[in-house]
C-alpha cells in the first residue's frame, strides 16, 4: 500500500436491482459477464462506475476507489474525508478496454484508511447520462457480506487487466504500517495484483455485483510493514501470507446511503467511521 501506482495496492454488467419506490431504476445489464465496462482508470489507480441497490437513473453517479488514492493524499489512522470539493478525471472504458469518455467529479463524497480502504467521488453527471451516451452501466455495490470460495474478478481500469481467483477467506484484522483495516477479503494466488490495481472493483464473477474494492498485497514476507500487511486474529496471533493479496469489503456501504445517492453518516445500519 504504497503511494498509488509506485506501490502494491488494488466490470462486471451488473444484476438487476430493485430502485426506489417512484424513482426510475437504473438499466441492468443482462448477464454477469465480467468486462471492462463499468471501470475506470485514474492518473495513478483504478476504480468503478457504481451505484447503490436503492439508486436510481437520475441520482448523480459515483466512483468507487481505494482512500489512499484520494488526490489529497493518504489519510492518516482515524481521518475521514467528508464531501471534500474535487475536480478530479476518470476515463470512463469501453467492455474491452477502449477510452470511452473522460468523467468529472464534483466532490470526494467519502474517503477513509481507517476499518477500510475507500474513496466515494460523486460525478457531475447521471448514471442515465453516462449510459444515453456511452453505453455504460454502473456496478452495483452488494449488500450482502461476500462468501468465502466465491469465484471474483479484480478489474483494473489502470492497467486494463482482469485478475481472476477466489475469496480464500477474512483475515480478522489486516496491519499494515500505521493503518488497520478490519475484516479484510483475502484472495487465493491467483490475484498477485500490483502497482495500479489500486481501487479496482472486486467482482463476484457469478452475480456481477461489486463485493469489495482491491488494496493491497504482501510484497516480501515483512511483517505488518508498508507493503507488506500481516493478519492479526482476535487473540492477537500475527500471520503473513507471502505474495497473497487483499481487498476491503463494500457491502456496508449501501446502508450510508439515502435516496438520490445522499451520502449520510448517521442513517441506520452505516457502520463506515466517521470524523
Known amino acids: 500500500m504504497k503511494k498509488p501506482l509506485i506501490g502494491v495496492l488494488a466490470t462486471a454488467l451488473i444484476a438487476g436491482a430493485t430502485a426506489l419506490a417512484g424513482a426510475s431504476p437504473v438499466q441492468a445489464a443482462p448477464t454477469a459477464t465480467v468486462t471492462f465496462a463499468g471501470t475506470v482508470g485514474l492518473s495513478n489507480c483504478s476504480g468503478s462506475l457504481v451505484r447503490m441497490p436503492g439508486s436510481a437513473a437520475s441520482d448523480p453517479a459515483l466512483v468507487l476507489s481505494n482512500g489512499h488514492c484520494l488526490e489529497s493524499g493518504m489519510p492518516g489512522p482515524g481521518e475521514v474525508v467528508l464531501n471534500q470539493p474535487s475536480s478530479r478525471t476518470f476515463t470512463l472504458l469501453s467492455a474491452t478496454g477502449g477510452r470511452l469518455a473522460t468523467l468529472r467529479a464534483t466532490k470526494v463524497v467519502y474517503g477513509a484508511m481507517t476499518d477500510t480502504d475507500v474513496s466515494i467521488y460523486q460525478l457531475n453527471t447521471s448514471y442515465s447520462s453516462i449510459q444515453s ?67 479496482s472493483p472486486v467482482v463476484d464473477a457469478s452475480s456481477g455485483q461489486v463485493v469489495a474494492v482491491n488494496n493491497t498485497i504482501n510484497e516480501s514476507g515483512e511483517r505488518c510493514t508498508l507493503d507488506n500487511p500481516c493478519e ?12 497473497i493479496g487483499y481487498a476491503q469489503e463494500t457491502y456496508g456501504i449501501p446502508a450510508c446511503f439515502a435516496a438520490g445517492n445522499r451520502f449520510d453518516l448517521t442513517l441506520p445500519g452505516c457502520t463506515l467511521p466517521r470524523p
Not at 470460495?149 to 484484522?173: H, L, M, N, P, Q
Not at 483495516?181 to 489500486?198: E, L
Open 232 to 243: 492479526v486474529d482476535q487473540s492477537g496471533a500475527v500471520t503473513v501470507h507471502q505474495g
Open 133 to 199: 451516451r456511452y453505453g455504460i452501466a454502473p456496478l452495483t455495490v452488494a449488500a450482502g457480506h461476500p462468501v468465502q470460495g466465491t469465484s471474483i474478478k479484480v478489474v483494473s481500469g489502470y492497467w486494463k487487466k482482469i485478475y481472476s481467483c477466489s475469496i480464500d477467506g477474512f483475515a480478522y484484522r489486516l496491519k499494515e504500517g500505521d493503518w488497520t483495516f478490519k475484516d479484510s477479503v483475502r484472495y487465493t494466488s491467483g490475484c498477485d495484483v500490483i502497482g495500479g490495481t489500486s481501487g
